[in-house]
C-alpha cells in the first residue's frame, strides 16, 4: 500500500512566523502535491513537483514556496503566516498525474 | 464556476437505504477518480474510470462513466454508516494536463 505521511495532524502558529510542513511518500512516486482545502472551497492546488528539484506552481501558490530535495520528500514553506492560511493542508503522490495518494492531512491554525 | 459540478451537495439517508450522486461537466474527461474522505483524513481513491460507458464495482458500490465522458456517477446498494463521508469525484479534463476536483457530496448515513 502506499503511504504518504504529513509531518503534523494539528499545528498552531501565530502571524508572522515561518511554518514548514512535510511530505513524505514511500512508494518511489515521481509527482509529488500540496493542496489546500476549505469549506466550501473544495480543494485546490498549491503548488505540484514532477521530479527532484522541479516545481510548478498551482491555482494557488502566493504565499508559498516549496522545496523537493529528495524525491520522496516534499516540504511546504509557509514564509510569513497569516490568518488567511489557516486550513486543511493535504499532501499527495502519484506515479501517473492522476490517481493520488493523500495523506491524512496538517490542519494548521494561524492566531 | 466549477469545472466539475457534484450533486447533491448534501445527502443523509437511513442505513439500508440505496443513493446515486452524481458528477458533471460541460469538458469531457480523460479519466475520473472517485475518493471518499472521512473526517479530520485526507482522501482515499476509490476508483478510476477511462472508457466511456465504463461501469466498476467495489462491493456495494457501482462506479459509472457516462458514454460521452462527460459525467460520472455513484451508486450505494444498502448503505451502512461506515459508508458516511465526503464522496469527492476529480477528473482530468481533456487538453488541459490538470486534475480538478469537484466540490464534493457530503454523506451521511443515519443507523
Known amino acids: 500500500d502506499v503511504k504518504v505521511t504529513q509531518s503534523s495532524r494539528y499545528l498552531v502558529k501565530r502571524t508572522g512566523e515561518k511554518v514548514f510542513l512535510e511530505c513524505v511518500q514511500d512508494?518511489?512516486?515521481?509527482?509529488m502535491f500540496w493542496y489546500r482545502q476549505d469549506p466550501g472551497l473544495g480543494l485546490r492546488l498549491i503548488y505540484f513537483s514532477y521530479d527532484v528539484k522541479m516545481k510548478e506552481k498551482g491555482d494557488i501558490p502566493e504565499g508559498y514556496s516549496v522545496s523537493r530535495e529528495k524525491k520522496e520528500r516534499f516540504s511546504l514553506i509557509l514564509e510569513s503566516a497569516s490568518t488567511n492560511q489557516t486550513s486543511m493542508y493535504l499532501c499527495?503522490?502519484?506515479?501517473?498525474?492522476?490517481?493520488?495518494?493523500f495523506g491524512p492531512g496538517t490542519r494548521l491554525t494561524v492566531t | 464556476t466549477q469545472l466539475l459540478e457534484q450533486s447533491p451537495q448534501f445527502l443523509s439517508i437511513q442505513e439500508g437505504e440505496n443513493l446515486t450522486v452524481y458528477c458533471n461537466s460541460s469538458?469531457?474527461?480523460?479519466?475520473l477518480q472517485w475518493y471518499r474522505q472521512e473526517p479530520g483524513e485526507g482522501p482515499v481513491l476509490l476508483v478510476t474510470?477511462?472508457?466511456?460507458?465504463e461501469v466498476k464495482k467495489l462491493k456495494r458500490l457501482t462506479f459509472q462513466f457516462g458514454d460521452a465522458r462527460k459525467d460520472s456517477s455513484l451508486h450505494i446498494t444498502a448503505a451502512q454508516p461506515g459508508d458516511t463521508g465526503l464522496y469527492l469525484c476529480a477528473a482530468i479534463i481533456q487538453g488541459a494536463q490538470k486534475l480538478v476536483f469537484g466540490q464534493g457530496t457530503r454523506l451521511t448515513i443515519n443507523p
Open positions: 469538458s469531457v474527461f480523460s479519466s
Open positions: 474510470v477511462v472508457t466511456g460507458g
Open positions: 499527495a503522490s502519484s506515479y501517473q498525474y492522476y490517481e493520488q495518494y
Open positions: 512508494m518511489d512516486h515521481e509527482n
